[in-house]
């Protein structure tokens, strides 16, 4: 199907931006969607479901303009994003909270992820706990990339201990990043089902995403962030509490990790069980649990984990 929309009362490039930038953004929630903009025109080609969401959230966008001096690409990403009040997630936990970069609507799959949502908006530090394949990471990164766009934080910064599991991080090829990247590859992945590539790489080259090796936290104030550690079982007690201490203003912090896949090289130097239990009883820190039933991947992985725990013993 093919249309064209006219802007009429209204000088293009305020709703297209410099460059089309603003335009581009816009288009990038339409990732199957043939766009082309000409003088005052737009010319659509894509399914009839597509258009129509095309036309009803561009005529968004140009009411926004009429109330402001000029639009950003936050506004593009507030039309998409912005729906949802931290009331809907307190009261439930369902409410949708980011749309993908190909327009699905992001949001908690089970009653743990509910849960974990709810805590999210009512502490300041959060542990999320249990086995592969739950979703906790994903759904933290999503919440902090909700915060980003509805600007309620500055930055995300997303860190993992550096531990091997089973292999060897100095015969990796290349340089220190090199050898690190593999580490922190699926909060890569995660972030770039959230976030258009071209903008992922712009907050990342500008520092408004961070992603680092636990390693570089060590002396850092981190205010207005939303700061995500990942697989904090691979951490001792004394990095946690490094980590921990790290906490500025305005800041959110989110550990997760899985306690029956601990790579250090004793399992009991693990810290965060034993973090957990220190921490329990202080206001504004909320533990979420998760297990076997809660596993949102493909439906062999939770037969995998309870087959894994069943034989645990025999297998060590």
């Known amino acids: 199907m093919k249309k064209t929309l006219t802007l009429d009362s209204i000088d293009p490039i305020e709703i297209f931006g410099p460059g089309n930038k603003i335009l581009e953004e816009f288009c990038s929630y339409f990732p199957g969607m043939k766009v082309a903009a000409r003088g005052n025109e737009i010319h659509l080609d894509g399914k009839a479901e597509e258009i129509k969401e095309f036309e009803e959230r561009f005529s968004e966008l140009v009411k926004r303009r009429h109330h402001k001096l000029s639009l950003t690409v936050f506004d593009v990403e507030d039309i998409f994003d912005g ?8 009261q439930s936990g369902d409410a949708i909270i980011v749309h993908s970069t ?55 910064i997303l860190t993992r201990p550096a531990v091997e599991a089973g292999e060897r991080l100095g015969f990796l090829p290349g340089d220190l990043k090199d ?46 962030a939303c700061v995500i550690l990942d697989e904090a079982q691979n951490t001792n007690l004394a990095q946690l509490k490094m980590f921990l201490t790290r ?27 034993k973090g957990i239990s220190f921490l329990k009883d202080i206001k504004g820190i909320s533990t979420i649990y998760f297990t076997n039933e809660d596993i949102v991947r493909h439906p062999l992985v939770t037969k995998i984990v309870k ?6 013993d025999s297998g060590e």
């Open 83 to 90: 729906e949802s009040s931290p009331e809907l997630f307190k």
């Open 102 to 156: 190909d327009g699905k609507p992001i949001k908690a799959r089970n009653k743990t992820q509910q849960e974990m949502v709810k805590a999210y908006f009512t502490n300041d530090l959060m542990f999320a706990v249990g086995p592969a394949g739950t979703g906790k990471t994903y759904v933290a990164i999503a919440l902090a990339v909700r915060a980003l766009k509805n600007r309620e934080i500055k930055r995300i």
């Open 179 to 224: 050898k690190l990247d593999p580490y922190l590859q699926p909060l890569y992945d995660a972030l770039g089902d959230m976030i258009p590539p071209k903008r992922l790489q712009d907050f990342i080259a500008d520092g408004t995403i961070q992603i680092a090796p636990l390693a570089y936290m060590r002396g850092r104030t981190l205010d207005m």
């Open 247 to 273: 906490m500025g203003t305005s800041a959110k912090f989110i550990v997760t990790g899985d306690a029956t896949q601990v790579d250090l090289p004793r399992r009991e130097d693990s810290g965060l069980l």
């Open 307 to 312: 087959a894994f725990d069943k034989n645990k």
